[in-house]
C-alpha cells in the first residue's frame, strides 16, 4: 500500500521560508512524477510543480517560480520542497502526489496522479 505523508507545514511571516518533506511508504520516486499541489481557503486546488525523476525536468507555476525549489533525496523516498520569500497568496494546505512516468505535457492535472498525501498546513501572516 502506497503512502505519501507531508510534513513540515506552519505558520511564517510574509517574506519567510519553510521546508516541506513528503514521504513515501511502499513507494519509491525513481522513474515517478512527483507533484504538489496547495488549495487556499476558499479555491480550487492548483498545481505547483511536476518534477520527474525519469528525466530530470521540473515544471512550476507562474505563481511559484523562482520562489520554490524541489529536490529528491538519495533514498527515492523522500521529496523536498523549500518555498521562499513566501507571501500571503501562498497561504494553503499543500499536498504531494505521486505516478509513475514522466510529467506529462499538461502536468497539472490531477487525474495523472494516482497517489496523494493528506496534505500540510502552511499559513504565511504576520
Known amino acids: 500500500q502506497v503512502q505519501l505523508v507531508e510534513s513540515g507545514g506552519g505558520l511564517v511571516r510574509p517574506g519567510g521560508s519553510v521546508t516541506l518533506s513528503c514521504t513515501a511508504s511502499?513507494?519509491?520516486?525513481?522513474?515517478?512524477?512527483i507533484g504538489w499541489f496547495r488549495q487556499a481557503p476558499g479555491k480550487k486546488r492548483e498545481a505547483i510543480l511536476c518534477?520527474?525523476?525519469?528525466?530530470?525536468?521540473?515544471y512550476f507555476s507562474e505563481s511559484v517560480i523562482g520562489r520554490f525549489t524541489i529536490h529528491i533525496d538519495n533514498d527515492k523516498k523522500t521529496n523536498i520542497l523549500e518555498m521562499t520569500s513566501l507571501q500571503s497568496e501562498d497561504t494553503g494546505i499543500y499536498y504531494c502526489a505521486t505516478e509513475g512516468g514522466f510529467c506529462p505535457p499538461i502536468w497539472g492535472l490531477e487525474q495523472d496522479y494516482t497517489h496523494w498525501g493528506r496534505g500540510t498546513q502552511v499559513t504565511v501572516s504576520s
Open positions: 511502499g513507494w519509491t520516486f525513481d522513474y515517478s512524477r
Open positions: 518534477t520527474s525523476d525519469t528525466d530530470g525536468k521540473t
